[in-house]
């Protein structure tokens, strides 16, 4: 089965991943350490994805915007616990995947991959989706890997 690749989404308004216990700056540590960290994150209403699908994840809401990190579904779609507390504490669940990080930006410090370079390299694309768990066409897959990897 051929692999697919899915745009992730965090807004730093709605939940903060840049919490000091398993936010991004402790994972940063980690691949640097181990070459890889683990997460659960939300896909939204998507059931598509498969492990070993590629991810990317775009950093909304406040500037800088764009992609901060990249990895690997360890799993299929789940339903698990909601991340917002207020839904969780309802019952409500959340649509999940585990993915293995292979790289992670400190958009604080490094140089992410912009919202205005992705515009450029795929323009047509929804870039600014409030919905996890996007597909990206492999023409414009193959092009953030080129940009991503350097």
């Known amino acids: 089965m051929e692999k697919k690749c899915w745009l992730l989404t ?16 402790e994972m940063i540590q980690e691949i640097e350490q181990v070459g890889k960290a ?10 598509s994805i498969k492990a070993g699908d590629r991810v990317f994840m775009i950093k909304l809401g406040s ?12 799993t299929d ?6 991340w917002d507390s207020e ?20 958009y604080e410090t490094e140089g992410i991959l912009t919202y205005d370079v ?3 390299v795929a323009p047509e694309y929804h870039w600014s989706t409030q919905s996890s768990g996007i597909e990206i066409p492999k ?9 991503w990897g350097r």
């Open 118 to 120: 992705l515009q450029e």
């Open 139 to 147: 023409n414009i897959w193959d092009k953030i890997e080129e940009k």
């Open 38 to 47: 683990f997460s659960k994150w939300t896909c939204g209403v998507n059931k």
């Open 87 to 106: 839904k969780n504490a309802q019952g409500k669940k959340a649509r999940r995947i585990y993915i293995q990080f292979d790289k992670i930006i400190d």
């Open 77 to 82: 779609v789940f339903e698990g616990t909601h």
């Open 10 to 25: 965090w807004n730093q308004e709605r939940w903060a991943w840049d919490d000091k216990l398993d936010g991004y700056k």
């Open 63 to 74: 500037e800088p915007r764009g992609i901060v990190a990249s990895g690997i579904a360890i």
